[in-house]
T-cell receptor
Framework: AQKVTQAQTEISVVEKEDVTLDCVYETRDTTYYLFWYKQPPSGELVFLIRRNSFDEQNEISGRYSWNFQKSTSSFNFTITASQVVDSAVYFCALGTGANNLFFGTGTRLTVIP | GAGVSQSPRYKVAKRGQDVALRCDPISGHVSLFWYQQALGQGPEFLTYFQNEAQLDKSGLPSDRFFAERPEGSVSTLKIQRTQQEDSAVYLC?????????????FGDGTRLSIL
C-alpha cells in the first residue's frame, strides 16, 4: 500500500525565518516518484518539484531546497528566508506504477509579516 | 489557455440532483485525472484517462459517479443523485505524456456544495 504522511498540520513562522516541511512515505515499489505541490488560497495545485527514487541528490532552487533520504523514507522541503507569498498549503505526493498520485494531508504554512 | 481550466468554479445543488463538471486539459496532454479533495484533506484519486480511454476508475466512490473523455481532450465528471457527502472540491489534472514520472498539472477545481 502507498501512504504519505505529513505530520505537521499547521506551521506559522515570522517572515525571513527558515521553515522545513516534513514528508514521510511508504511504498513497496522499488521505483517511485515524489512530488511537492503548493496550494494557495485560489485552490490550484502548483507543481514545485519531482524526485525519482533512484536519485538521492538534494536540490536547491532559489529559496527552496529538498532533502530526499531513502534510508528514512523522507522527502523534506525547506524554504529559506520565508516570505508572505509563501503562505499556502503544501502537499507531498507519491507516484508509483499506478498512474495516480497519493497525497499527504498537507501542511498549512502561514508566514507572518 | 495555458493551464488546466475547470468549470464551473462553484456549483450548488440540492440533494438528489445530477451535476456535471467540466475539465479542459492543457492542449496536447495525453493523460487526464480527476481527484476529490475534502476540506482539510489532500486530493484523492477518482479516475484516469489516457487519451479517450478510461484506464482506471478504481477511485470512483459509487456508481453514481461517471466520467468521460470522448475525444481525448475535454472531460466531464458527472454525479447522479447527489448526496451531501459528495460536497468537496473536484480537481482535474493533465499530464503531457503517459509517463508516471511526469508532473501532473492541476486546475483551480470546482467546489461542489450539496444542500
Amino acid at each position: 500500500a502507498q501512504k504519505v504522511t505529513q505530520a505537521q498540520t499547521e506551521i506559522s513562522v515570522v517572515e525571513k525565518e527558515d521553515v522545513t516541511l516534513d514528508c514521510v512515505y511508504e511504498t513497496r515499489d522499488t521505483t517511485y516518484y515524489l512530488f511537492w505541490y503548493k496550494q494557495p488560497p485560489s485552490g490550484e495545485l502548483v507543481f514545485l518539484i519531482r524526485r525519482n527514487s533512484f536519485d538521492e541528490q538534494n536540490e536547491i532552487s532559489g529559496r527552496y531546497s529538498w532533502n530526499f533520504q531513502k534510508s528514512t523514507s523522507s522527502f523534506n522541503f525547506t524554504i529559506t528566508a520565508s516570505q508572505v507569498v509563501d503562505s499556502a498549503v503544501y502537499f507531498c505526493a507519491l507516484g508509483t506504477g499506478a498512474n495516480n498520485l497519493f497525497f499527504g494531508t498537507g501542511t498549512r504554512l502561514t508566514v507572518i509579516p | 489557455g495555458a493551464g488546466v481550466s475547470q468549470s464551473p468554479r462553484y456549483k450548488v445543488a440540492k440533494r438528489g440532483q445530477d451535476v456535471a463538471l467540466r475539465c479542459d486539459p492543457i492542449s496536447g496532454h495525453v493523460s487526464l485525472f480527476w481527484y476529490q479533495q475534502a476540506l482539510g484533506q489532500g486530493p484523492e484519486f477518482l479516475t484516469y484517462f489516457q487519451n479517450e480511454a478510461q484506464l482506471d476508475k478504481s477511485g470512483l466512490p459509487s456508481d453514481r459517479f461517471f466520467a468521460e473523455r470522448p475525444e481525448g481532450s475535454v472531460s466531464t465528471l458527472k454525479i447522479q443523485r447527489t448526496q451531501q457527502e459528495d460536497s468537496a472540491v473536484y480537481l482535474c489534472a493533465s499530464r503531457r505524456t503517459a509517463a508516471v514520472n511526469q508532473p501532473q498539472h492541476f486546475g483551480d477545481g470546482t467546489r461542489l456544495s450539496i444542500l
